[in-house]
């Protein structure tokens, strides 16, 4: 298999913007058996997810998160009212959202604006749809999280439709002729990250990528990536429990 991934430029998104038909002119020409990779960053931009720090107004006990961790009390805040705290610690900030493990509930301040804050999709897998029923190409919606016990952060996929996101290799045979017992890969994620490197992450003004090449194997499903709190591999000793949490 051979890969093609090409950047897209777009114009500077703002709220209001109709993503879907913008990303569809600029990428018309296109074949529908492409695959098309959006950054969250800018269906958040568009839904109006960008927050002013300074109408931010802190609870008590978002202080003494920025007090234990070395963040802005705002950005705890926001934190507090986006996701379940589950981890902290100076200079981090673990976070459920939504099923994602992730830091600081993916809210990014980088490609904001001064002193602002971009808040994650309201609901990325209905954005996804959107898109993929507006250009007819299989859509990934990605944002780059960090990983346990590694540095840098990785192009991940937080939503899709149109394709399969796990290829399964069980009970087909290796090099050596033996049955693999459970071998799964999941393809979302590793054709997030690809994009993610020539989509760049400071100014690059290339949110969305094509990828060419890529061969599906079999049909479209919703199946959730993201595993169940009872399959949960990394879980903290002693999670954090904030007012927001049941």
Known sequence: MKLEIKPIKLPLI???DKLPLIIHKHI???KKT????????????AEGRTKNLE??????????IAEKTNKKPEICQLILNESEIIALGENYIITNKNGLICANAQI???NAGPNKAILPPKNPEKT??????????????TDSIGRPFRKGAVGTAIAYSGIKPISNYTNKKDLYNQKMKTTTQCVA????????????????????AI???FKHHGKPTNRKINRKPTNMIFTPKTPYKNKNQK
């Open 14 to 16: 703002k709220k209001g």
């Open 28 to 30: 018309e020409k296109h």
């Open 34 to 45: 492409d695959i098309l990779v959006v950054s969250q960053t800018i269906i958040s931009k």
């Open 55 to 64: 109408t931010i107004e802190p609870t008590k006990e978002a202080k003494k």
């Open 108 to 110: 990014d301040q980088s």
């Open 128 to 141: 996804a749809k959107k898109i993929h029923k507006k250009t007819k190409t299989p859509t990934i919606i």
């Open 189 to 208: 994620d590793e054709l997030a990250s690809a994009a993610n490197i020539v989509m760049g992450e400071s100014n690059q003004q290339t949110p969305i």
């Open 211 to 213: 990828i060419k090449g």
